[in-house]
T-cell receptor
Framework: GQQVMQIPQYQHVQEGEDFTTYCNSS?????IQWYKQRPGGHPVFLIQ?????EVKKQKRLTFQFGEAKKNSSLHITATQTTDVGTYFC???????????FGAGTTVTVRA | GAGVSQSPSNKVTEKGKDVELRCDPI?????LYWYRQSLGQGLEFLIY????????KSGLPSDRFSAERTGGSVSTLTIQRTQQEDSAVYLC????????????FGPGTRLTVL
């Protein structure tokens, strides 16, 4: 069946370092959305990408949508303790009308 | 209100009891989702409402689970004869128009079945 997969499941980062987390879909997505869930909180929308190859930046976060619209990445530079949480990608498949979420990448930061 | 609200925030119940969880979406939002999130896990889709259309119930794990949305606004998720494996955080999200728009999540209801 159709799936959205995220890797890695866990990311342990030294404060100040960079890292990338990836989102891969088995089929084409009409758009990709990223959400962040802080420990004990609920998912909060970060960004949406729509166009093939689109790149968007939010301060230290860079989001990219693949050319084939089947994968996406989130790159965080100079990781801070405020980046701790679980990052989910989500997208509607071209033949569907509801969002499907990946399992998330849980980020912990070593000070 | 300014955001999605859910009640209760915490619910502890005994195995076999029925529970009702409530979601108040953002005013004017036409689409509403229910998700279940077990400890340390991702979001499990349960059910989705879009306007006056028939709900998509494809994610409901068993016939003990049901949901309704009255007047296109407030939604109630009902779990009958609760089991310990039903323990999780139940999240509600609403979107402005299209089901694929940005989702605004409520704070969730933490359900514990003893």
């Amino acid at each position: 069946g159709q799936q959205v997969m995220q890797i890695p499941q866990y990311q342990h980062v030294q404060e100040g370092e960079d890292f990338t987390t990836y989102c891969n879909s088995s089929t084409t997505l009409s758009n990709i959305q990223w959400y962040k869930q802080r420990p004990g909180g609920h998912p909060v929308f970060l960004i949406q990408l729509v166009k093939s190859g689109e790149v968007k930046k939010q301060k230290r976060l860079t989001f990219q949508f693949g050319e084939a619209k089947k994968n996406s990445s989130l790159h965080i530079t100079a990781t801070q303790t405020t980046d701790v949480g679980t990052y989910f990608c989500a997208g509607p498949w071209s033949n569907d009308y509801k969002l499907s979420f990946g399992a998330g990448t849980t980020v912990t930061v070593r000070a | 209100g300014a955001g999605v609200s859910q009640s209760p925030s915490n619910k502890v119940t005994e195995k076999g009891k029925d529970v009702e969880l409530r979601c108040d979406p953002i005013s004017g939002h036409t689409a509403l989702y229910w998700y279940r999130q077990s400890l340390g896990q991702g979001l499990e889709f349960l059910i989705y409402f879009q306007g006056n259309s028939a709900p998509d119930k494809s994610g409901l794990p068993s016939d003990r689970f049901s949901a309704e949305r009255t007047g296109g606004s407030v939604s109630t998720l009902t779990i009958q004869r609760t089991q310990q494996e039903d323990s999780a955080v139940y999240l509600c999200a609403s979107t402005f128009a299209l089901s694929t728009d940005t989702q605004y999540f409520g704070p969730g209801t933490r359900l514990t079945v003893l």
